[in-house]
């Protein structure tokens, strides 16, 4: 019989860890010389920045149902 795996939350909410990718993403770009790599890099840490945002609003009390 296997053993189940004990499920452990995340310590912080999925808005904030993707918060937290994009600011290292950015800071990673920022390093890179230009060129592809600095641009799919950027593209990524936009594309985090958006998911946390539309979670955030996703998640906002004032968004209603549809009807």
Same mark, same amino acid.
């Given at each position: 019989?296997?053993? &189940?795996?004990?499920? !452990?939350?995340?310590?912080?909410?999925?808005?904030? &860890? =993707?918060?937290?990718?994009?600011?290292?993403?950015?800071?990673?770009?920022? =390093? =890179?010389?230009? +060129?592809?790599?600095?641009? *799919?890099?950027?593209?990524? !840490? &936009?594309? !985090?920045?958006? +998911?946390? &945002? /539309?979670?955030?609003? =996703?998640?906002?009390?004032? /968004?209603? *149902?549809?009807?």
């Amino acid at each position: 019989m296997q053993q &189940r795996r004990r499920y !452990a939350p995340p310590e912080t909410t999925l808005e904030q &860890r =993707l918060a937290d990718e994009a600011c290292r993403l950015c800071e990673q770009a920022r =390093l =890179l010389p230009p +060129g592809a790599v600095r641009d *799919a890099t950027m593209r990524k !840490a &936009r594309q !985090a920045e958006t +998911g946390s &945002r /539309l979670s955030e609003w =996703l998640r906002s009390p004032g /968004l209603k *149902a549809p009807s």
